[in-house]
């Protein structure tokens, strides 16, 4: 599957011109970002975790324009940064939680 800049650029541009790899600057951050965003299919996880996988992963990768290919084992990842995941699972039950509150007037 195809994974394309352009719902990534909606939460964060950092790439008027799109993906690229293979460095660590804001095409590459763009990438990161697309990718998480499809793999983890969750907005605020991809926006806590991409910029840690643009380092693991996508600043790693040949240079753009040279071919490649490449498979992406994330469990390692995903146990290094599961700190960075649970602080967002627990902000997101805190969230929930005070949605779910109810101001009583007394």
């Given at each position: 599957m195809?994974?394309?800049?352009?719902v990534?650029?909606k939460?964060?541009?950092?790439?008027p011109?799109?993906?690229n790899w293979?460095?660590?600057g804001?095409?590459?951050?763009?990438?990161?970002?697309?990718?998480?965003?499809?793999?983890?299919?969750?907005?605020r996880?991809a926006?806590?975790?991409y910029?840690e996988f643009k380092?693991?992963?996508v600043?790693?990768?040949?240079?753009?324009?040279s071919d490649f290919?490449?498979?992406?084992?994330?469990?390692?990842?995903l146990?290094?940064?599961?700190?960075?995941?649970?602080?967002?699972?627990e902000?997101q039950?805190?969230l929930?939680?005070?949605?779910?509150e109810?101001?009583e007037?007394?």
């Amino acid at each position: 599957m195809e994974v394309l800049p352009d719902v990534s650029q909606k939460i964060r541009n950092h790439s008027p011109d799109g993906h690229n790899w293979g460095y660590g600057g804001s095409g590459p951050a763009q990438t990161a970002l697309a990718m998480c965003l499809h793999i983890f299919g969750h907005k605020r996880l991809a926006e806590v975790l991409y910029q840690e996988f643009k380092r693991s992963f996508v600043s790693t990768w040949q240079p753009a324009g040279s071919d490649f290919k490449t498979k992406i084992d994330i469990t390692d990842f995903l146990v290094e940064n599961r700190d960075l995941i649970r602080r967002e699972e627990e902000y997101q039950a805190a969230l929930q939680e005070l949605k779910d509150e109810k101001y009583e007037d007394e």
